[in-house]
């Protein structure tokens, strides 16, 4: 079976730029890399969190952006072992909606 594709960084819209940091540094534990006004012409603010070299491009831009609604986010990190196996993914909703998966996986999978 091949594994599905991954990606160290995905690129998330948020409505607010300052409650997006807020909630993906508390709850996710992702710390500023960089923080630009990508395009000061185009009235945006572009936000790089990660941790071990995985994260999140938040943008926020001070127009309207209509894109198709993202079904889900995952992150995957290295850490200390996750719970007894059969444990069940943490899923939690940020600030604009989108469901964010923090995985669980056997501790012969995390070493």
């Known amino acids: 079976m091949t ?14 730029i300052d409650k997006s940091i807020r909630w993906y540094r508390s709850n996710i534990g992702l710390a500023v890399e960089e923080n630009w006004n990508a395009a000061a012409r185009l009235d945006s603010q572009v936000v790089v969190m990660g941790r071990n070299g995985i994260g999140v491009t938040l943008l926020a831009s001070g127009r309207p952006v209509k894109l198709p609604d993202p079904q889900r986010v995952c992150f995957v990190f290295e850490g200390p072992p996750a719970p007894s196996s059969g444990s069940p993914p943490l ?3 940020d600030p604009d909606g989108t469901s964010v998966e ?5 501790a012969s999978r995390v070493n």
């Open 3 to 16: 594994a599905a594709p991954t990606t160290p960084n995905v690129v998330v819209f948020v409505s607010d």
């Open 91 to 93: 899923f939690l909703t």
């Open 102 to 106: 923090l995985p669980s996986f056997p």
